[in-house]
């Protein structure tokens, strides 16, 4: 038997459906290591110039050692290498969904990105979520949300 709903107005649309929007899209982006790697990377500059993509992609190849993603990682591919599989995957796939969502600036022109103010917003929140993560004791056991790699 269904329950019997008096009030109509709780058959409307939650006030908080643009923040769960908000919140998915979020989560969406920081669903793939390698867009959160390029976030902690370029979170982490302390120039706000923009940056060449094969800098990025450096960062990332050295993130992709520490997350030991398997044996390519360790080996690299025979035809390409891992550093150009990631620089591809990051031209085309990464870098473009998040410009797309507003976070970064890409200019394939010239090949490189920046942060841009909504991107330091997603940044930050990474960061606290990294630093709750690290911080917890009662972790369940997964390891780094995104794998430590100096910003040298």
Not at 44 to 51: A, I, R
């Amino acid at each position: 038997m269904l329950p019997v709903i008096s009030d109509p107005e709780s058959l409307s649309t939650p006030a908080g459906a643009a923040d769960a929007a908000a919140t998915d899209a979020a989560f969406e982006l920081l669903a793939d290591w390698r867009r959160r790697a390029v976030l902690q990377y370029l979170d982490g500059l302390e120039e706000t110039d923009p940056v060449p993509l094969s800098d990025v992609a450096d960062h990332v190849v050295l993130a992709a050692d520490e997350q030991g993603t398997g044996a390519l990682a360790a080996t690299g591919d025979a035809l390409l290498g891992t550093r150009k599989r990631i620089h591809i995957s990051l031209r085309h796939t990464h870098v473009p969904k998040l410009a797309d969502a507003g976070v970064l600036e890409f200019d394939p022109e010239t090949n490189t990105v920046a942060l841009c103010e909504a991107g330091d917003e997603l940044a930050a929140q990474l960061r606290d979520e990294t630093s709750e993560r690290n911080g917890d004791s009662d972790t369940d056991g997964d390891g780094p949300l995104v794998p430590e790699v100096s910003a040298d």
